[in-house]
């Protein structure tokens, strides 16, 4: 403790010393704000590039990128809940699946009503979330092994019961045009996806609960010498992050008319690239939802614009692959001078 | 001890400077072969930067000199190479031995494994080696064990061991260890001491780093103290006392240190009745703590101080017995019931069980009343940041910004800042494991204040200290656990660390 003090001593004393500067507050903004600026320019080069600039900022381009994104963005609010905690969840996208496939599988192929499908859909994702965080936080297992074994069985299932092809051949025009048509201007599902945001933020940054999360996934430990019901509140966040991959998979079966066994996984992918680019801004080094949305859609807005230009379909893969390497390293970079240790993954 | 003419380790004229900061100025020291001597000064005096100097990790100002038997070296061309060709050996705080393999292999990590036959790992010979080191340090153990089977003072011996392997005897040369006893308890602390008095008396100088005074005075041949990086002072054999090395580390007497504490008034009713209680190992324990009291709590490790706090603070389940607050039954199961019948806790490891590293320092002071600050329109960030910004005035916490993250404040500051944390709550029973573990000696003296404060506005106080110094200054009444029982209780004018000591260790 005392080499540690000694050492680190004569730095803080130079820290101190300099007024923050101009430079010190420029490099500031850039950590919290980097990214939108990243953002800007890259909407503004595709906009302007000759190539794309005739289609990328249309409204049809638009309307198909929020509305193509609204379930990513939803699957990435329910990994960004337990990453709050400091718990990851690889079962989200399964879960998305699993509740996509509820709901094409009884309204589709059993005709039951939207009505008892759509809640019934929600609440199995919430209680896939249950058991996660009931494993988790009884058993102390690991939330990466617990959730990876969960996901991969949870695909099996699906698999077993779709028998691998899309089910869902008669659903009916109201669910689907909730999934493909707009309210002024806007596709129906991010009247879903705006609040939900809104839900998550007000959550994970604006109530006690949220604190909790946050002060867990610092020490865990000291979470419960100051009070805090830790196993109740990682229960409640897993259980939290079921409930949005319930509604997800519903926004999922609504968007694509049809429900299938690997859509839902897939998106996995996606929701922990915005996540970890999220960490990287608004509050650098700390999931965060505000930057999550902004992760989401700047990876929606490359890929797109990368598509115009005509990329091949392996391009998106590797942009996606990079960018959640980079983010999470970045973020964990911001993490660590906050001395809080890599402890995103 | 006899004073050879001819010193193993001299420096002359040290100085060390840090951009802003003269971390050494002008350090003279003498060490001499058959010595056991100790370094103590505060957090940030210079110890440490000595022998990061000596080492040649760190480079010195350009001016002074190091002597090493007879070679003298300009300090600021020292290199770790150069060291130990001269026959300087560090043992370093976190030892750097391996706890899951065996004493041998820890022993041949300092080298390199002897090989036979197609670079396969000669184990005999590796065995073979291994004890006659282990013979160096009189540590009589099988060299095949495990090293996490032995005792704590013996891991630093294997360590010290290591660092001596391919020490020759004819050489003249300085053992130099950096605070080796800071994670050991007090009797493990005791044990390594001895065993370093018994290296130094076959001609080695022993340089030893520390910050524990009770453990040097008596085993200790000299000591010197570091203050603001000047040597204020070396002083020798009966001139070695607590009071006199406190003085010089802290630069004014030892009763400034420990303020007194108020009487409790007489007639004040219990906080606290711990009746017939049974937990870990203490079977059927009574006691009570008044209003405005402050009671220590006197034991050596492992006699279940920090599992009483534990059990109280509702993390452990008693196996029998009761536990009243104000005369009230207390169920707590967890922290939180215990928050909520007035108690705070203070644990012991600050690290592991206090801090949040990475949160704000405002979010680490509020961290046990987060509820408190929620309406329904969110969590109030302007009254959070108001009332940090009070307890950061009230408490003396040095944090420039509160926003900042926890782990950029002083040991010091941190513990104040858990004070804080818990005293806002106005606790009427505050359990306080170790609270001075790690911290300076001036932050001692704020921390005593803090208590005081407290006691004074109402609080009672139940504290575990090891340093039965501290303990007696600052309890009114001090309970001694052994062997599960509690054995005695000292009150006033009877309590003083002799009493303590001798009550703990035997009845």
């Not at chain 1, 704000?33 to 990243?38: H, I, K, T």
């Not at chain 2, 010089?248 to 400034?256: K, M, Q, T």
């Not at chain 2, 961290?367 to 950061?392: H, V």
């Not at chain 2, 573990?437 to 106080?461: C, N």
């Amino acid at each position: 403790m005392t080499t540690d003090s000694e050492k680190r001593a004569p730095e803080r004393v130079h820290e101190q010393g300099a007024p923050p500067g101009l430079s010190h507050q420029l490099f500031n903004l850039g950590t919290h704000y980097g990214l939108l600026v990243l953002f800007a320019i890259v909407v503004a080069f595709f906009a302007l590039y000759g190539a794309t600039s005739s289609v990328y900022l249309s409204q049809a381009n638009l309307v198909t990128l929020l509305g193509n994104n609204a379930v990513v963005c939803i699957v990435a609010l329910a990994v960004l809940v337990t990453l709050t905690a400091g718990y990851i969840d690889l079962s989200v996208g399964a879960v998305t699946g699993v509740s996509s496939v509820v709901v094409a599988g009884a309204v589709g192929n059993d005709h039951i009503s939207m009505a008892i499908a759509i809640p019934v859909a929600i609440v199995v994702g919430m209680l896939l979330g249950l058991l996660n965080g009931f494993l988790i936080a009884k058993f102390h297992l690991s939330s990466i092994v617990t959730t990876l074994g969960m996901s991969t069985a949870l695909s099996g299932v699906m698999l077993w019961y779709t028998k691998g092809s899309t089910i869902g051949g008669q659903l009916p025009q109201s669910l689907l045009n909730f999934g493909s048509l707009n309210w002024f201007g806007i596709p129906r599902v991010t009247y879903v996806m705006v609040p939900i945001v809104f839900i998550c933020w007000f959550v994970l940054e604006n109530t006690p609960f949220g604190r909790y999360l946050q002060a867990i996934a610092s020490n865990s430990r000291s979470s419960r010498l100051v009070g805090i019901n830790v196993d109740r509140s990682v229960l409640v966040a897993f259980t939290f992050s079921g409930f949005l991959a319930g509604v997800a998979g519903v926004l999922l079966t609504a968007r694509s008319g049809a429900a299938d066994a690997t859509t839902g996984p897939s998106y996995l992918f996606l929701a922990l690239a915005g996540v970890f680019l999220g960490a990287t801004t608004i509050h650098p080094g700390r999931p965060n939802t505000w930057g999550t949305v902004v992760g989401i859609f700047f990876v929606a807005f490359v890929v797109s614009g990368l598509s115009l230009l005509g990329a091949s379909s392996w391009a998106p893969d590797l942009f996606n692959g990079l960018i959640l390497v980079a983010a999470a390293s970045l973020a964990s970079i911001f993490a660590r001078r906050r001395g809080g240790g890599p402890r995103l993954l | 001890m006899t004073m050879t003419a001819e010193c193993a380790l001299s420096t002359d004229g040290v100085s060390k400077t840090y951009p802003g900061m003269r971390a050494l100025d002008d350090v003279s020291l003498q060490i001499y072969p058959g010595e056991l001597h100790a370094l103590v000064g505060g957090n940030g005096s210079g110890k440490s930067t000595m022998v990061k100097l000596l080492a040649g990790v760190e480079h010195a100002d350009p001016g002074g000199t190091f002597t090493i038997g007879s070679h003298t070296v300009d300090a600021h061309r020292m290199t770790p190479a150069h060291a130990r060709s001269l026959g300087l050996r560090f043992v370093h705080q976190d030892a750097g031995v391996f706890a899951d393999i065996s004493i041998a292999e820890n022993l041949a990590l300092g080298r390199r494994y002897e090989t036979g036959l197609a670079g396969r790992v000669d184990w005999k010979k590796l065995r073979h080696d291994a004890t006659k080191l282990l013979e160096r340090v009189d540590l009589d153990c099988d060299p095949t064990a495990i090293l996490s089977s032995l005792s704590a003072s013996s891991q630093t011996l294997v360590a010290i061991a290591r660092a001596l392997a391919d020490f020759e005897e004819e050489t003249l040369s300085a053992l130099i260890l950096d605070e080796p006893t800071a994670a050991l308890p007090a009797h493990e602390a005791h044990n390594l001491l001895a065993k370093l008095r018994v290296l130094a008396s076959r001609g080695l100088a022993v340089l030893l780093i520390t910050h524990r005074l009770d453990e040097i005075i008596g085993i200790a041949d000299r000591v010197s103290a570091f203050r603001s990086g000047h040597l204020v002072g070396t002083v020798e054999g009966a001139d070695i006392t607590h009071d006199k090395l406190v003085e010089l580390i802290v630069g004014r007497p030892l009763s400034a240190v420990f303020p007194e504490m108020p009487e409790p008034t007489e007639d004040a009713g219990d906080v606290l009745t711990v009746d017939r209680l049974s937990t870990g190992p203490l079977e059927n324990l009574s006691f009570s703590i008044r209003r405005g009291e402050i009671v220590g709590v006197a034991g050596l490790l492992g006699t279940g101080r920090t599992t009483l706090l534990r059990t109280i603070f509702g993390e452990v389940a008693p196996r029998g017995g009761t536990i009243a607050i104000a005369g009230r039954p207390l169920h707590a199961h967890s922290a939180g019931d215990a928050i909520a019948s007035g108690i705070g806790y203070v644990p012991e490891d600050r690290g592991r069980d206090a801090v949040f590293n990475d949160l704000s320092v405002r979010d680490n002071l509020l961290a046990a009343s987060i509820p408190k600050f929620w309406r329904w329109s969110g969590m109030s960030t302007k009254r959070e940041t108001l009332e940090a910004g009070r307890l950061r005035t009230a408490f003396g916490i040095k944090a420039p910004d509160l926003s900042n993250p926890m782990s950029s404040l002083s040991g010091g500051n941190q513990q104040k800042a858990i004070l804080a944390r818990w005293l806002r709550l106005e606790p009427s029973l505050l359990l306080l494991d170790e609270p001075t573990q790690g911290v300076d000696i001036g932050a001692r003296a704020d921390i005593y204040a803090i208590v005081r404060k407290a006691v004074e506005a109402g609080a009672s106080v139940l504290l575990v200290a090891s340093d039965f110094e501290e303990l007696a200054r600052v309890s009114d009444r001090v309970i001694i656990l052994r062997d599960g029982q509690l054995v005695a209780e000292v009150k006033a004018p009877d309590l003083d660390q002799h009493v303590l000591t001798e009550l703990a260790y035997k009845g």
